[in-house]
């Protein structure tokens, strides 16, 4: 499966929030990790484009009164997800390997 | 805006995401974005609301925005993109019409962009006390001479006592002095500031921000002050805590403690000052305020709602006269109630009935600015109809390929709005480009707050508004072309378009004949003011501030001043005699009725009053250094007519326990503003040292007697300041207002006139095309260029002739009523009417001319060859 660089990031995220990974969770982990924040608009189709792809899982949440009375949508990465990840890592494993003083291997970092 | 509202997200993008988003996905995104909301709001307000707004657009991509019919979304946006096209081809295939069309839009809508702001930051004066509504203003009304009734803002103290003792409905009385100058700082280490007294729930009242110290204690001690971040940093440096406890000295003889420091006091509010002292601490030093007769301090109670407030109006209004009743020296006083927020915009009673004020001013330029809008929207209208003919063709082949009328009315909305939406967004550059010299010229600090939703209402329904008007005419008659004869090209316009055009032309000009007269009457009246023989030599007249103790030694003052050789005369007085209020109501006269209270101005001088001045004296003399003249008084002609004597020489008069007698009257002089009458005036010497001003008048060099005064006054009180102002000056400054306004019409009137002469050279140029032939058989036929000249500039002279008679009866009307707030006015001059009319005429028909002689210039053989 093919996903674009930032959904990579967006899947890395959703899998490390685990269980509370939800739109606003996601932004603010992006924005930490990455120095950069990202757009609400970008975020969130990003997330809907995973989740037509197979590599999310979405369940309701409760309602809460700062959220306008609106309900979390938490998102789960699912066994197609990681797969996706998985093998993104190992191609640049690969890569990383041809490129001299770039010894990036899982064990390393 | 309440602030139940702020803590929603913005409903207009709220509803457009409702609107546009997936609706499996609205409860995911509006719940994120209402989360972030939430937590930036506890930030800023502010940069919340915009950047939730800027997040929903964001959310505006595919993926996210429902599943609209999608067949019918790419038909609409084809098209548009057609008429699009079209719109801009047109526009560069007729660069002159686009250009003129929208140069008028654009010099249109900024100049109304302009003058909202104006009337905006006009309106917002004093609006930002959260209690605002809740604060009336106590004012009395003071009954003078002949049943006239002056109105002021001090209110005896015990009146105030009074309300909050036995007033139910008033929940707070507060109180706060006139602007004084005291010196202030620590040790040598002192400047002068302004300030005001005010009472201890003065700062629960208002909402003025304290950025150090407690709000609800800090008047509380007879010793505390307030002082400003600027004045905290002067002394204390940036971190305003530290400027807390810390002492300062005021005047070089008591000291106080500091117990806050408040935000500076920004533009938008009436009430400013630099410190705050304690009321009660001023009160104790001066016993007169507890007199029921003397006005002291401005009073605002805080009441509820309006019902009561009604209550204790009716209930205040006779309270002054009851607690003086049976006092001979009292005055006929009532009491009103003003609502505190109104007092910036309405502040001139008439009778003791409020009667407008700088509101009259707020309507005026409301007024221009719709104006110039219409004016804008009907040359857009003009030149589209005036074009149309051009797209006849374009219409019909439509048609023929099987556009429906409204397919074609609705290109034509299309191009209106793409039109004004250009020409709103120029405009808002060129506002912000000749901002600067706009405030300049009105002196505030206006500017284009993009954060305030306001600005985007407005913006957002300039364009539709514009659009809807200048677009609705085209697109309704456009569309209604004969199929056959439009497709051929040639098509005859329906004679009402004719009569539409030249109506809305007449109308155009007859607003812009309105705003000339209006503005050359402003002119008049002002230039009137300037010049009026006031009753005093204004001219080379200076008033010098004696500070400290100078007024104690003013026998040595006024001789070292006399030495100066450009100084004729020296005298002293207790205040600028040419815009003076001290009053009393204490003044008696044999045969005074003992049931009527009058206000009578009393001047404290000395005996070199009238002769520096330059008065004149009507009967009687002057005073006089010979004659022991310190009991003796100088009435004026509106005095001498209210005490009613024939000849009032040498009868007795007595005021604040003096008895002397009358020595003389003066010719009266205008002692307030040319809006009021005269009032009635006692001119005393009794003891010139309670004199506040010096006045000095100068013959010669006025540069080097100015530095000779400043030289005499440093030396003799060393340390104060030297303030003085040119009593013309002073005077001019009263009509500040009058003066701005009066620039603003000016500036508008021309802009007024310079559109509509945009559209007149379109309609022009346009007739001048249309009868291209005609023109060419008449050369040909032996007409030459004068006739031509004639025939094609009758028509339109015949609009400027209908649109001068529209304008006079409005302008005469408009300009009476304005005239007649001044008590001191200038007649209306047919004069003025008719040179508006002409200056409107010769404009119009020169640009009408210059496009007409083009035309009557061309060889006939070009216009013909095509036959």
Known sequence: MKIGAFEELVLLAVGSLGENAYGVAVKELLADKTGKIPSIGALHSALYRLEDKGCLLSSEGGATSERGGRRKKFYLLTAAGRNTLVEVNRLRIEFSKNIEGLNLSLDES | MNPQANLTPPKIPLKFLRWFCNDNLIEDVEGDLSELFNARRNQNQAWARLLFTVDVLLLFRPGIVRNFQFALRLIKYAMLRNYFKIAIRNSFRHKGYALLNLLGLVVGIASSILILL?????????????????????????????????????????????????????????????????????????????????????????????????????????????????????????????????????????????????????????????????????????????????????????????????????????????????????????????????????????????????????????????????VACINFMNLTTAQSNKRAKEIGLRKVMGAQKRAISTQFFFEAFLFTTIAVLLSVLVVMLVLPAFNNLVDKSLFIDFTELKTWYFLGGVTVVMGFLSGTYPAILLPAFNLIESSKGGIKQPAFTAYLRKGLVIFQFAISTLLIIGTSVIYKQIDYILTKDLGIDKENLVAVRMEGDLSKRLETYKTELSRIPEITAVSAASGNPINYGRSTSSASWEGKDPTEGYEVKVILSDEDFIETMGMEMLSGRSFSKQLTDSTNFIINEAASKLIGFDDPLEKDLSFWGIDGKIIGVVKNFNSSDLYEPIAPLIITCVDPSRSSIALIRIEGNIGEALIAIEEVTQKLNPGADFDYQFIDQAYADIYENELTVSALATIFAVISILISCLGLLGLASYSAEQRSREIGVRKVHGASVSQILILLSKDYSRLMILAFVLAVPFGYYLTQNWLDNFEFRTALDPFLFILAGVITFVIGVLTVAAKSYQAATVNPVNSLKHE
């Open chain 2, 118 to 374: 104006w009337v905006d930051n006009e309106v917002g004066m004093d609006k930002f006390h959260v209690n605002g509504d809740k604060i009336y203003q106590v004012f009395r009304n003071m009954k003078q001479s002949n049943g006239v009734v002056t109105t002021t803002g001090t209110v005896p103290k015990p009146l105030g006592d009074l309300v909050m003792a036995e007033y139910p409905e008033v929940s707070e009385v507060a109180r706060i002095s006139w602007p004084v100058d005291l010196n202030i700082g620590i040790a040598e280490d002192v400047a002068e500031e302004e300030g005001r007294f005010a009472s201890k729930n003065f700062l629960s009242l208002f909402s003025f921000q304290l950025v150090a110290g407690d709000k609800n204690n800090a008047l509380n001690e007879l010793n505390s002050i307030l002082i400003s971040q600027t004045v905290a940093g002067k002394y204390f440096g940036d971190n305003w805590e530290n400027a807390l406890s810390h002492s300062l000295r005021v005047d070089d003889q008591y000291d106080v403690i500091v117990t806050g420091v408040f935000e500076d006091i920004g533009d938008n509010s009436t009430l400013d000052f630099d410190f705050i002292l304690s009321t009660q601490a001023f009160f104790n030093l001066n016993e007169w305020v507890n007199d029921w007769g003397n006005g002291s301090f401005y009073t605002f109670l805080s009441i509820d709602d309006s019902e009561k407030a009604r209550i204790v109006g009716s209930r205040i209004f006779n309270e002054i006269n009851d607690h003086t009743e049976g006092n001979s020296n009292a005055g006929d006083e009532t009491v009103i109630l003003h609502k505190f927020e109104d007092t910036y915009l309405h502040s001139n009673f008439d009778n003791g009935v409020v009667s407008g004020g700088r509101i009259d001013y707020v309507n005026i330029m409301t007024v221009v600015a719709i104006f110039l809008l219409v």
